[in-house]
């Protein structure tokens, strides 16, 4: 009889520290996510304004040559679509991390997915 109480005991103090073992891992869960969240605003902010000087260069080529600058131009579209998927992270429309937990070469992939989300279709 004493061997059937001890083994509900140990079931007991099992599931005791199971239960707590769960309870811990949301908060390290939100916790991370604070601490990108944060990271991902200041990186954020940072290319906002890489994204706006690349922009005030290509009017500087288009006033003096009279067309854009082709390398520019690709770039500020990578840079725009690296600030759009910060923004649905940050937004908690995703839970998936921009670069540098994603590949940066944004490329047609990247931009047909960014589209069917916008439209709200499945991605191809």
Do not use: C, H
């Not at 994603?102 to 279709?121: A, F, H, M, V």
């Amino acid at each position: 009889m004493t061997k059937k109480t001890k083994n509900i005991e140990e079931e007991v103090v099992d599931t005791g520290s199971s239960a707590t073992q769960e309870k811990d891992k949301p908060e390290t869960e939100i916790f991370s996510r604070i601490f990108y969240t944060i990271l991902f605003a200041i990186i954020g902010w940072m290319s906002l304004w890489v994204f706006t000087f690349v922009v005030l260069i290509q009017f500087g080529f288009l006033l003096i040559t009279g067309q854009v600058n082709t390398n520019l131009k690709g770039f500020n579209k990578e840079v725009g679509l690296f600030l759009y998927d910060m923004i649905k992270y940050l937004s908690f429309q995703t839970s998936v991390k921009p670069f540098p937990f994603r590949d940066w070469p944004y490329d047609q992939n990247s931009e047909k997915q960014n589209k069917s989300e916008l439209n709200g279709t499945d991605a191809v």
